[in-house]
T-cell receptor
Framework: GQSLEQPSEVTAVEGAIVQINCTYQ??????LSWYQQHDGGAPTFLSY????GLEETGRFSSFLSRSDSYGYLLLQELQMKDSASYFC??????????????FGTGTQLKVEL | KAGVTQTPRYLIKTRGQQVTLSCSPI?????VSWYQQTPGQGLQFLFE???????NKGNFPGRFSGRQFSNSRSEMNVSTLELGDSALYLC?????????????FGAGSRLTVL
């Protein structure tokens, strides 16, 4: 099975940079994704790493190291609207594909003035 | 382009009843998956349908079932409701099974079991 751990809460100030970590134990996966969810809202896709390394999408970057079983989401130039929950997720390779995602425990990011 | 539509948005049931939730995916998306979200267990995969066939199933009891119609719309059913079934049920659609597998989620159906 898959297990993904994230810090439960992170607090940062507006304009700062914050890193949300995701450590995992998995028997195999296709790639690591990140989703953002505002209170009362739907999760929305942010980023995907199929290979080791850094992927940059605007203010958001995501990193994956399969050898270290570790990934992170980096948010730069934080804005108040970035206050939300962030989830890492893997697509299970063992099941032969499909869209079965295992989500991490989630990190609630609070951006303060 | 319309997003993923889930109905109903909110519902209250009592223990022992059954419930059916509906999901209309983005036009052209053939994969529909369902997730249960609770404060204690987080986001958990229920099942996935692709071209009317169940492709994957999560670790939930048989009381949870689903189906997909030829127009890709999907329904999930929970029978003999228990208090622990209170949750936000999220539906997500995707074009297929390759690449980033970007899931587009609906706003969810919030079920309260009394």
């Amino acid at each position: 099975g898959q297990s993904l751990e994230q810090p439960s809460e992170v607090t940062a100030v507006e304009g700062a940079i914050v890193q949300i970590n995701c450590t995992y134990q998995t028997s195999g996966f296709y790639g690591l994704s990140w989703y953002q969810q505002h209170d009362g809202g739907a999760p929305t896709f942010l980023s995907y790493n199929a290979l080791d390394g850094l992927e940059e999408t605007g203010r958001f970057s995501s990193f994956l190291s399969r050898s270290d079983s570790y990934g992170y989401l980096l948010l730069q130039e934080l804005q108040m609207k970035d206050s939300a929950s962030y989830f890492c997720a893997v697509r299970d390779r063992v099941t032969g594909g499909g869209n079965k995602l295992t989500f991490g425990t989630g990190t609630q990011l609070k951006v303060e003035l | 382009k319309a997003g993923v539509t889930q109905t109903p948005r909110y519902l209250i049931k009592t223990r022992g009843q059954q419930v059916t939730l509906s999901c209309s995916p983005i036009s052209g998306h053939r994969s529909v998956s369902w997730y249960q979200q609770t404060p204690g267990q987080g986001l958990q995969f229920l099942f996935e349908y692709f071209s009317e066939t169940q492709r994957n199933k999560g670790n939930f009891p048989g009381r949870f079932s689903g189906r997909q119609f030829s127009n890709s719309r999907s329904e999930m059913n929970v029978s003999t409701l228990e208090l622990g079934d209170s949750a936000l049920y999220l539906c997500a659609s995707s074009l297929g099974h390759s690449g980033a597998n970007v899931l587009t989620f609906g706003a969810g159906s919030r079920l309260t079991v009394l």
